[in-house]
């Protein structure tokens, strides 16, 4: 029904959708949880969650018994091909960006500062880098080497990569509501700004599932792009977390490459991977 034969050759522990549910409620109720109770802690604290996915696609496969196998999957599967899809997908990743900045200002939504870059946009947990790319491992391991991989076996891509990107998107949703409402945050649209940065994660997935799906479900190139997007979005489209200007200046919701123009571009790149998946 899915990519059954893609397995074929790979040591991936098998799933059942039961323990897809299971991961998908685990991380999402954890997550809403995780933002409540903490939600006078720091933002660098509140990212922690970025871990979730993958602690409880851990966590599944030492109650069935296959941990060994999952960890032997993540640390033996990847080949020469994470390399070079770690490469194309982080160019991509950065030209996609390159698109927002020029298209918000051919159309008059952003402008670019004249005053020097500085990293005031990248997020604190983010500006060390090593720190940074463990976090982004700690997303990718639990979406792209577990979640998306367990719901081809069961799913069409197509239906496996709305499902993710769903998913995806909802597991942001807390943290957006708590600082789009955060008296700090002077966001102006606050449900726009939580609606676009869903729908971004919702289309840039494909991107991200279409990467893992060429280099086997390797952890690596999904995880550098992530890393790479959470160092070069904000500083020059600014953070739509925390309503912090990047190079160019304009309403985070509209130009930010998690925001509308973002959903934009992606959203001509997924319809591009779903051609090309059918």
Same mark, same amino acid.
């Given at each position: 029904?899915?990519?059954?034969?893609?397995?074929?050759?790979?040591?991936?522990?098998?799933?059942?959708?039961?323990?897809?549910?299971?991961?998908?409620?685990?991380?999402?109720?954890?997550?809403?949880?995780?933002?409540?109770?903490?939600?006078?802690?720091?933002?660098?604290?509140? $990212?922690? $969650?970025?871990?979730?996915?993958?602690?409880? $696609?851990?966590?599944?496969?030492?109650?069935?018994?296959?941990?060994?196998?999952?960890?032997?999957?993540?640390?033996?599967?990847?080949?020469?091909?994470?390399?070079?899809?770690?490469?194309?997908?982080?160019?991509?990743?950065?030209?996609?960006?390159?698109?927002?900045?020029?298209?918000?200002? @051919?159309?008059?939504?952003?402008?670019?500062?004249?005053?020097?870059?500085?990293?005031?946009?990248?997020?604190?947990? +983010?500006?060390?880098?090593?720190?940074?790319?463990?976090?982004?491992?700690?997303?990718?391991?639990?979406?792209?080497?577990? *979640?998306?991989?367990? *719901?081809?076996?069961? =799913?069409?891509?197509?239906?496996?990569? +709305?499902?993710?990107?769903?998913? &995806?998107?909802?597991?942001?949703?807390?943290?957006?509501?708590?600082? #789009?409402?955060?008296?700090?945050?002077?966001?102006?649209?606050?449900?726009?700004?939580?609606?676009?940065?869903?729908?971004? #994660?919702?289309?840039?997935?494909?991107?991200?599932?279409?990467?893992?799906?060429? #280099?086997? =479900?390797? @952890?690596?190139?999904?995880?550098?792009?992530?890393?790479?997007?959470?160092?070069?979005?904000?500083?020059?489209?600014?953070?739509?977390?925390? +309503?912090?200007?990047?190079?160019?200046?304009?309403?985070? &919701?509209?130009? +930010?490459?998690?925001?509308?123009?973002? #959903?934009?571009?992606?959203?001509?790149?997924?319809?591009?991977?779903?051609?090309?998946?059918?």
């Amino acid at each position: 029904m899915g990519l059954i034969a893609t397995f074929d050759s790979l040591v991936f522990p098998s799933v059942s959708i039961i323990d897809l549910y299971s991961h998908v409620f685990l991380t999402l109720f954890t997550t809403g949880l995780w933002v409540f109770v903490y939600r006078h802690r720091s933002f660098t604290f509140l $990212a922690l $969650a970025m871990f979730f996915p993958s602690i409880f $696609a851990i966590t599944i496969h030492i109650y069935h018994g296959s941990f060994i196998r999952f960890i032997s999957f993540l640390i033996l599967n990847p080949q020469w091909s994470t390399l070079h899809w770690s490469i194309i997908g982080s160019l991509i990743s950065t030209l996609s960006i390159i698109i927002c900045c020029l298209m918000n200002y @051919m159309i008059g939504w952003g402008q670019f500062c004249s005053k020097q870059l500085t990293l005031l946009s990248v997020h604190q947990h +983010n500006r060390n880098l090593i720190y940074g790319w463990l976090r982004a491992l700690g997303e990718e391991i639990g979406w792209r080497s577990y *979640l998306l991989p367990g *719901l081809l076996i069961h =799913f069409y891509p197509i239906v496996a990569l +709305n499902i993710s990107g769903f998913v &995806w998107g909802l597991y942001h949703v807390p943290v957006m509501i708590l600082l #789009c409402y955060h008296p700090q945050s002077k966001v102006q649209y606050p449900i726009r700004t939580i609606t676009v940065q869903f729908l971004s #994660c919702w289309v840039s997935a494909f991107f991200y599932g279409w990467i893992a799906i060429q #280099c086997r =479900f390797s @952890m690596i190139p999904p995880a550098t792009i992530h890393f790479i997007w959470n160092q070069i979005n904000p500083l020059l489209l600014g953070s739509i977390y925390t +309503n912090t200007p990047g190079w160019m200046n304009g309403e985070q &919701w509209k130009i +930010n490459g998690e925001g509308f123009m973002g #959903c934009i571009v992606y959203f001509i790149l997924a319809t591009i991977i779903t051609i090309q998946l059918r």
